[in-house]
């Protein structure tokens, strides 16, 4: 789903950040300038440019600007999601797009967990296991979280995709998503403007309330 929509828009500069083993170089169909950014280890594929960096400081400014960034399954290990954003939003060029994917904490069977222990699936106490570089999910994240940061550090034309988890995995969970989905049904009949029916149309939909991780797409207009 995310190279397809990457192909989609079809960008001539990339930054895949954290880019790990190189994945992104290795999936695409198309030719592009691909440069990586990681925590502790440089990419192996073939990336134009290759940085190690602690995300936790932004990305680093001496970085040109790009058509698009991209950070799949990077957010939820990040301490200081706004300053990742403000400074993804800096090195994007005008019209560019920020593409991200991260595990959602809305789905039903999430926010069941989360009454009986207190964690979020894939968050758990860390306690004993806190260490520099671990790969440990530190921030959890659900599609108006992400809306929220993301118009706070500029961003427009903010866009929830369908993806092949955004199915329920289990029946009961359709059902215990009704609640939240009448809520924000009522929350869009009630909306005044298209800004605020866009966000709950998109709160309301299955992507948001069902789905195991969230695609996200926005733009620097």
């Known amino acids: 789903m995310v190279v397809n929509l990457i192909t989609s828009i079809n960008p001539k500069t990339i930054l895949d950040v954290p880019s790990g083993d190189g994945w992104l170089g290795k999936e695409l169909g198309f030719s592009t300038?691909?440069?990586?950014?990681?925590?502790?280890r440089e990419s192996k594929s073939d990336y134009r440019k290759a940085y190690v960096a602690n995300l936790d400081d932004g990305i680093p400014d001496e970085l040109s600007a790009y058509d698009c960034i991209v950070?799949?399954?990077g957010l939820e290990h990040f301490g200081n999601p706004e300053l990742f954003f403000r400074t993804v939003f800096e090195h994007l060029k005008p019209s560019g797009t920020l593409l991200l994917s991260t595990p959602n904490i809305w789905y039903p069977q999430a926010r069941l967990q989360y009454l009986l222990r207190g964690f979020f699936p894939s968050f758990p106490s860390l306690a004993g296991k806190i260490k520099?570089?671990?790969?440990?999910?530190?921030?959890?994240?659900?599609?108006?979280q992400l809306y929220l940061f993301l118009n706070l550090c500029?961003?427009?034309e903010i866009m929830l995709h369908d993806n092949p988890l955004s199915e329920a995995k289990?029946?009961?969970?359709?059902?215990?998503?009704?609640?939240?989905?009448?809520?924000?049904?009522?929350?869009?009949?009630?909306?005044?403007n298209l800004v605020e029916k866009d966000f709950w149309k998109s709160a309301g939909s299955k992507p948001s309330l069902l789905g195991r991780h969230l695609i996200v797409t926005a733009r620097k207009l």
């Open 33 to 40: 300038q691909i440069d990586g950014i990681d925590l502790y």
């Open 71 to 73: 950070s799949c399954e």
């Open 132 to 144: 520099k570089g671990n790969h440990m999910h530190i921030l959890p994240w659900s599609y108006p």
């Open 154 to 156: 500029g961003f427009k």
């Open 170 to 192: 289990h029946f009961y969970e359709k059902i215990f998503a009704l609640p939240q989905y009448f809520y924000c049904l009522k929350k869009l009949k009630k909306s005044d």
